[in-house]
């Protein structure tokens, strides 16, 4: 199972191995609030790195993921639709506003604070 924290510095996600899990973790867990706008945050900023490339995330990792995110129920479409990170990254705006079924709120919410940043993350990873 994957840990996803929040860095306060570059305002990424990052998912973490069992084995990379420290123990504060439940601490940075347990401190993440859940804003109004779907975007989360930490009191503890993360130690170091990145979120690994989505590409290589599993759907249970892309559920867990939108779960961290404060997005419990939405969560649950990604599962039923098989959203792999792969497909994540290659879903559209319309796609997640009408392929997964949920409120247009947090759908919004999903594509602009997430998908689209995990996209041009990946996007600027993988092109130099």
């Not at 639709?81 to 949920?102: A, H, P, W, Y």
Request: glycine content about 6%; charged content about 25%.
């Amino acid at each position: 199972m994957l840990l996803v924290e929040r860095s306060t510095c570059d305002e990424v996600l990052r998912l973490k191995t069992p084995n990379e899990r420290t123990t504060t973790d439940s601490k940075e867990i347990a401190g993440m609030e859940n804003k109004a706008n779907g975007s989360m945050d930490t009191k503890s900023p993360m130690e170091n790195g990145q979120l690994p490339d989505p590409a290589d995330w599993a759907v249970t990792d892309v559920v867990n993921y939108f779960k961290a995110a404060g997005f419990e129920e939405q969560a649950s479409a990604f599962q039923d639709q098989e959203i792999d990170g792969k497909s994540l990254l290659l879903m559209t705006r319309n796609d997640v506003l009408t392929g997964l079924s949920i409120k247009l709120g947090p759908a919004l919410k999903i594509y602009e604070y997430h998908v689209k940043p995990l996209q041009t993350q990946h996007l600027k990873n993988n092109t130099s």
